[in-house]
Each structure stands twice: as structure tokens, then as C-alpha cells.
């Protein structure tokens, strides 16, 4: 996945497998949420959806509808599995595609048009599927590089800040990323990569950034909690790469979850890096509680849900009048330029652009 953003913090606040989590109001016709007439509506999501229990048991208040969540492994793994499952599935919503496998899902003919309430609050920019309302944008991210802040200050050595700092010899050997075949911030980077040096430039870059001593490792979990020096994870491993691709919002979580809480977090956000990631839910074709998968819908962009988000998923809301917590705002990178590439361009290239990379680095 994806996400979504989506890292520890999230996993060790998260239920493991099918939890009900709002579990108030309104009666059952069917325990699995499948009958006509269900007061259960099922989510189907990756392991790093989080919400708090207060809010979704105001969704049962409000609607009369429980949540059940579904979770099944990362993004790509869990869209991959309605994919499989296409018009008979799982649940009722789905919620976690994001901008760079988007295509696949809308080309798969996965979701029912439907135009959430309150979809005028949602910027119109991360309304990628606006004509046909296949899909609702529900929270935004930021992949980038994230800096080891007591390394550089030991070294008296400035972090870099964009991409083309990385190629400097003052960082060889200090950056470890994910794989993009196989990770969503490893391909988010890579596309991090084609948006800033195009689409004849991308290659040249990453053997140049190989030649400066790139380190690639499976996924997330392994780059950020056992490589990267500056994550609390990482100094108990004695990880010595004080580079790593992440998120915007993983300072904050280095804040909120140490004991006892730093004035300032021990990592920073190398911002001209990041590449803006946008994740989506959607009503699947086939939901057998079609009413309350879009009750569920308009739960997600409704303010409540919104600022529950960001101490929950470590994601941005993206409805105009979601406050963001001052934990967020203090401690974590705003990125005001992202990188961006076109829905369709990545639709086009995304496995050659895979391809290629690995040919590159990985061979």
C-alpha cells in the first residue's frame, strides 16, 4: 500500500484481522453484514486503517449502522483481492486505493458511481474521478525523505533537501529506500523521481543515485523501524542510515508515541523530496448493503471522521473545514509544492517505469 501512511504507530493502535469496531444502535439482521437489510456495513481496507471507537460508533448513532472492518494486508494486496473477487465482493466499501495503482481499480470496474453528500467541501484538486464519482478522495499524504536531525548536527553537515541533493557525495551511503516494486512509498518515490527529472531523466537519476549508495529494502516497516537511525525503532537496532523514505507526518509520530514526549522531533522532512499521495474509498459494484456502504461514504468526509484521521492514520483530511491537531501542525513537515504525475500517465507507464527500476537498481 499505500498508506496508506501508514507505519507502525498505526499497526500497534489497529485490531488485527475482521474487528468490529463500532459495535452500538440499531439491530443486526445479519451478522456478517450480508442479508438484505443489514444494519452492518462492511469495510473492506489495508492493515493501517485506524479509527477511534468513539467516532465510529457516532456513525451507528447517526445511521444505525454498524462497521465491521475488514482488513487484508497492504494496499496493493488488499485491491488485488477484489480484483479476484470482482461483482461478488467481500464487503461494501473499500477504502485505501490510492493515486498510483487508482487506475487499476477504475479499469477493473470495481465501484458504483456515487456522489457522496458534502463532496463541495473536498478540494477540488484530489477529485481525480470527479465526472464519474466512482471513487471519493478521503485523505491526502506525503512521501519524502525524512533526516536523522542529530546525525547531520554531530556532522556539521546540512540535510539535503531535494532530490537532487541525494546525488551529492556528501550523502553517499546515508539513504535507504523501499522497494517500488513491491512497497507504496517505494513507488511513490520513483514517481517522486519521474515528475522532478522526467521521463528520459528518471533512469539517469537512479544510476546515479545507486553509484552514490542507495540502499533498497523490501518495504516500509524494515527501511523506517531497522535502517533509518533516526526512528526510535531504528536506534534500538543500531541502524546507521540517517536517510529514509517516509512521510511527511512521521515526525509527529516520533513525538506522540516517546516517553517522555520531546520539545522538538528528533526528525525532519526534506521537502523538496515529497511526492503527494492521495488515498480513496469507494462503494464496490455488488455491495450487498449498497445504503449503508453510502452512509459509510458520507462518514468519511464528514468533519468528524476528517479530524479524527490525522493521530489515527497519519494522513491529511481533505475536506476545506477539518482542523488539524496541534501535534500535527507543530511537529509535522507542510509541503506546499509536491511532486505530481497525471492519473493516466501513471496508468500508462507504472509498470514500465517499475521495470525499468528494478533493471536498474535491484539487478
Known amino acids: 500500500m499505500n498508506t496508506t501512511m501508514k507505519y507502525t504507530a498505526t499497526a500497534l493502535a489497529a485490531a488485527l484481522g475482521v474487528t468490529v469496531l463500532a459495535g452500538c444502535g440499531g439491530s443486526d439482521d445479519g451478522a456478517s453484514g450480508t442479508s438484505k437489510g443489514s444494519r452492518t456495513v462492511t469495510l473492506v481496507t489495508h492493515d493501517s486503517f485506524n479509527a477511534s471507537d468513539a467516532v465510529l460508533k457516532a456513525f451507528t448513532e447517526e445511521t444505525g449502522y454498524t462497521v465491521k472492518v475488514l482488513k487484508s494486508g497492504d494496499a496493493g494486496s488488499a485491491l488485488n483481492q477484489e ?181 522538538e522531533a528528533p526528525t525532519g522532512v526534506a521537502a523538496g523530496t515529497c511526492f503527494r499521495q492521495i488515498e480513496f474509498a469507494g462503494l464496490l459494484d455488488g455491495a450487498k448493503n449498497e445504503a449503508g456502504g453510502k452512509a459509510l461514504l458520507d462518514f468519511l468526509i464528514g468533519k468528524r471522521f476528517q479530524e479524527d484521521m490525522p493521530l489515527n492514520m497519519f494522513v491529511n483530511p481533505v475536506v476545506k473545514d477539518a482542523e488539524l491537531p496541534e501535534l500535527f501542525t507543530e511537529f509535522g513537515a507542510t509541503v506546499d509544492e509536491p511532486a505530481t504525475v497525471a492519473p493516466e500517465r501513471i496508468a500508462e507507464n507504472r509498470e514500465q517505469w517499475v521495470r525499468s527500476w528494478s533493471s536498474i537498481v535491484v539487478k
Not at 473477487?85 to 473499500?94: E, L
Not at 523521481?193 to 521521463?199: F, L, P, Q
Not at 552514490?212 to 531497522?226: I, L, M, P, S, T
Open 83 to 263: 480484483i479476484l473477487t470482482k461483482g461478488s465482493p467481500r464487503g461494501d466499501v473499500f477504502f485505501g486505493v490510492d493515486n498510483t495503482l487508482l487506475s487499476r481499480a477504475l479499469d477493473n470496474g470495481l465501484f458504483t458511481p456515487y456522489e457522496v453528500e458534502g463532496i463541495d467541501r473536498v478540494a477540488a484538486d484530489v477529485r481525480l474521478d470527479a465526472e464519474k464519482n466512482r471513487v471519493t478522495p478521503v485523505d491526502t499524504g506525503d512521501i519524502c525523505v525524512n533526516y536523522d536531525k542529530q546525525y547531520f548536527a554531530d556532522k556539521k553537515l546540512d540535510p539535503p533537501q531535494t532530490f537532487d541533493d541525494l546525488l551529492k557525495p556528501e550523502y553517499k551511503d546515508l539513504l535507504v529506500t523501499e522497494n517500488a516494486a513491491t512497497s507504496s512509498p517505494g513507488l511513490g518515490f520513483l514517481l517522486g523521481t519521474v515528475a522532478s527529472h522526467g521521463e528520459k531523466g528518471y533512469e539517469s537519476y537512479w544510476k546515479k543515485l545507486k553509484d552514490n549508495g542507495v540502499k533498497v529494502v523490501d518495504g516500509w516497516e524494515q527501511a523506517y523501524n531497522e535502517e533509518f537511525s533516526g526512528s526510535a525503532g531504528g536506534r534500538k537496532a543500531g541502524a546507521d542510515r540517517p536517510l529514509v523514505v517516509s512521510y511527511a507526518s512521521s515526525p509527529p509520530v516520533e513525538v506522540l508515541y516517546a516517553e517522555p514526549q520531546p520539545t
